[in-house]
């Protein structure tokens, strides 16, 4: 029986074991948790320590404002890598070539792979909001709070199709070679970690051309006010790109 013929009835259980299973895989993996939830909230409450109590060129705390560059990048951490990394162990260890033999329609194990990690990205959000309370104190009314949370984990998900797509072709260990090898130089030019400004001028010239960066500044705009139109364009464009992908990497898929 082919994905498309399943019925929903069936398919949600199935859906909701994948999860289960996406989720203990995760959690099987506590050095990836390490690097991809804990490491971005220990950089927050770090900075935050340090310099939570000056004010921004926006005239709001840095304590605030950074919670958009750090936010962006424990998301895009926890998205890019757990999925893809998850999809390549699967084919490594012969996994999915069961998942594709059997009833259970391969596109439901890939999805439940993407929306297990969804959980960890909105504890990464919690967290540092935690910490924020900590070591500054209130900085943001629940509105906009509420606002900057689902901009972050939505924003998210263009970032797993990527992911899948290099765990499509990739064996694990490689996969996480290159996830990484791509994430940290995309979080730095993009300026999660570093104000842009401060920055040399090449990597300011390469920010706007990548989506960490537009996610990073459509999470400040709930923030500031600030247009953000055209970044919300900019992070859609990319969801586009990532599915194109995603898709033709599956279509050479080898197990």
């Given at each position: 029986?082919?994905a498309?013929?399943v019925?929903?009835?069936?398919v ?13 895989a995760i959690?099987?993996?506590p ?5 991809s939830v804990?490491?971005?909230v220990?950089f927050?409450?770090l900075?935050?320590?340090?310099f939570?109590?000056?004010?921004t060129?926006?005239?709001?705390p840095f304590?605030?404002t950074?919670?958009?560059?750090y936010?962006a990048?424990?998301?895009?951490s926890?998205m ?7 999809v ?10 069961v998942?594709m033999?059997?009833?259970?329609p391969?596109?439901?194990t890939?999805a439940?792979r993407?929306?297990?990690?969804l ?5 990464v959000?919690?967290a ?6 900590l070591?500054?104190?209130?900085v943001?009314?629940?509105g ?5 949370v689902?901009?972050l ?11 899948l797509?290099v ?15 791509v994430?940290?130089p995309?979080?730095?030019a993009s ?23 537009h ?7 709930q923030?500031t006010?600030a ?8 992070v ?6 990532g599915?194109?992908v ?10």
């Amino acid at each position: 029986m082919s994905a498309s013929t399943v019925p929903a009835v069936s398919v949600l259980p199935v859906l909701r074991s994948e999860i289960g299973e996406g989720l203990r895989a995760i959690l099987r993996e506590p050095t990836a948790l390490v690097f991809s939830v804990l490491m971005p909230v220990g950089f927050y409450a770090l900075f935050t320590s340090v310099f939570g109590g000056q004010q921004t060129s926006d005239g709001l705390p840095f304590a605030a404002t950074s919670i958009a560059g750090y936010g962006a990048f424990g998301v895009v951490s926890v998205m890019l890598l757990n999925p893809g990394i998850g999809v390549a162990e699967d084919r490594t260890r012969g996994w999915l070539r069961v998942k594709m033999v059997s009833a259970t329609p391969l596109g439901v194990t890939l999805a439940a792979r993407v929306l297990a990690a969804l959980p960890y990205a909105l504890g990464v959000v919690l967290a540092m909001g935690a910490a924020s309370l900590l070591v500054a104190g209130p900085v943001l009314d629940l509105g906009t709070w509420v606002r900057l949370v689902v901009v972050l984990v939505v924003g998210s998900l263009p970032f797993a199709l990527f992911g899948l797509a290099v765990g499509f072709v990739a064996s694990s260990n490689a996969a996480a070679a290159i996830l990484n090898a791509v994430l940290f130089p995309m979080v730095l030019a993009s300026g999660l970690w570093v104000p842009l400004e401060l920055l040399p001028g090449f990597l300011q010239a390469v920010a706007p051309f990548l989506p960490t960066y537009h996610l990073a500044q459509l999470a400040q705009a709930q923030l500031t006010g600030a247009p953000a139109g055209g970044h919300l364009l900019a992070v859609l464009a990319a969801t586009v790109v990532g599915a194109v992908v995603a898709r033709l990497a599956y279509r050479n898929l080898r197990v």
